[in-house]
Structures are given as structure tokens and as C-alpha cells.
């Protein structure tokens, strides 16, 4: 089961991929996909394939000598990972796949976040629709406990909003809002608890770290989608462990 979900992960990374650049746009999401990201020019159908173009390509387009971008790599072999491990811990297709895509939907928000400073509306907005109606999916958690979780990661949404208003406009963005939001209707309660605390602390101790370290000031910009990302993916897989684990100590 794992080796199949790995395999379709491969595809659903590669589709991110190749709709990458269209998140941040009004650009229709449909159309020629296999361009090359920087001079626009046609590439061999082999480019809309999981790494086949992009080996055979050597990495560099073939008509501007341009390199690919990272996620072309990152995001299949990213996601077949994920999509295996999602398998593992859930140990049913059906749940390892949903675990997997939408722990593909974080890797991805992760990457956006980086390269653009953004949670894009494209990606959050149709995740959140897919998680609602999919609910019924989870092996053990109901669909109560999804619309529970989406509901308490909007009131800790609102309140971390409201907690870094002294810290500044960039402190936390309604990007990591609306990323917070997801999360809760992904992982459900009590899931939401462990995944936004450990999201919340992680982008807290490294922003700190770096402005110790004067490595940023208050003004730069310091993306916490990706610890949030990270937060998310724990609690997608281990989450009702970590906190049946805390709550029998």
C-alpha cells in the first residue's frame, strides 16, 4: 500500500508543480502546463511527467539554459514521501491517501510561503471546502470532530491575531490565519491543540533566534508557514497520540 500511495503522491507533487506559479495570479489554472517557467517557451510532453523531464533535461531548460525551480525536485518526491508515511501510520489506503494529499497541501503552502511570502487564497480557500467535505473520510475521528477543530482553529486564529498586534503588522499575517483555519478542519480535535501549538512555538523560538542573532529585525519579513506546516503535518499523523499521550500523564 505504501509503494502505491508513493506513487500517486509522485503525481499529485507533480501537479502542484506544474500549477506552482499560477497560485499567486489571476492566471486560469488551466491551460499549457508544460512551460518553462522562465522564457515561457513549450517544453517536451516528458516536462508534465514526475522528474522524467526534468532528468532528461538535466535540470536546465533546453531552450533558455534556465535552471528549473526547486519545487519541480522538491514537491514529488515530497509528496510521494509523504503520501508512503501517510499509509504507514493511518495502515488503510483510502485514509493514507487523504492524510497525504492534504499533508502535500501544507508541504506546498510551506514552499509558497518561502518563495513568495504568501498563503495563497487558490490553495487555503478549495483545501478548506475539500477538508469540510471529506470529513466523513478519517478512520477515527467524526465529522463532528473536523467541524469542532475548524472551529477552535478559528478562535486560536483570532486570538494569536490579536496577541501580535503589539509585535507589529508582519508578526502574524492573515495568511498564518487562514493557514490555522485549515489546519483545525484537516486534523480535527483535539488535533488542532497539539498541531497549532507546536506550529505557533516553532516559528516563535526561530524568529526570536534570529533577531538575537541579528539576523532579521522586527521589520523583515519571517514566514511562519512553514512551522506551522510542519505543526500541521504532526498533528495530521500523530496528533491524537501526542495528546493522549499529554492528557494520561
Known amino acids: 500500500m505504501a509503494i502505491i500511495a508513493a506513487v500517486v503522491g509522485l503525481f499529485v507533487g507533480q501537479a502542484f508543480h506544474l500549477v506552482f506559479d499560477r497560485v499567486y495570479t489571476d492566471t486560469p489554472l488551466g491551460g499549457p502546463l508544460n512551460r518553462c517557467p522562465a522564457c515561457r517557451a513549450s517544453l517536451h510532453p516528458a516536462h508534465t511527467l514526475p522528474l522524467v523531464g526534468l532528468v532528461l533535461s538535466r535540470g536546465r531548460c533546453p531552450h533558455c539554459s534556465a535552471r528549473f ?20 501510520v493511518f495502515d488503510e489506503l483510502g485514509a493514507g491517501l487523504l492524510g497525504g494529499f492534504f499533508a502535500t497541501v501544507f508541504l506546498v503552502l510551506t514552499l509558497t510561503d518561502l518563495d513568495r511570502r504568501l498563503i495563497p487564497n487558490r490553495i487555503v ?34 486570538g494569536l491575531l490579536l496577541f501580535s498586534l503589539p509585535f507589529g503588522v508582519n508578526a502574524f499575517g492573515m495568511g498564518d490565519v487562514k493557514m490555522i483555519v485549515l489546519i483545525g478542519f484537516v486534523v480535527g480535535l483535539p488535533a488542532i491543540i497539539v498541531g497549532a501549538f507546536l506550529g505557533t512555538i516553532g516559528g516563535g523560538v526561530a524568529a526570536a533566534l534570529l533577531l538575537l542573532l541579528r539576523l532579521r529585525s522586527r521589520r523583515d519579513y519571517i514566514p511562519h508557514g512553514p512551522f506551522l506546516a510542519l505543526g500541521a503535518i504532526v498533528a495530521l499523523f500523530w496528533g491524537q497520540d501526542i495528546w493522549d499521550w499529554y492528557t494520561d500523564r
Open 69 to 88: 525551480p526547486w519545487h519541480a525536485l522538491l514537491l514529488p518526491v515530497g509528496a510521494a514521501a509523504l503520501f508512503a508515511v501517510s499509509t504507514l
Open 125 to 158: 480557500y478549495p483545501s478548506v471546502v475539500l477538508a469540510i467535505a471529506l470529513s466523513w473520510g478519517w478512520p477515527d475521528s467524526s465529522v463532528v470532530d473536523v467541524l469542532a477543530g475548524g472551529l477552535v482553529g478559528v478562535a486560536i486564529a483570532a
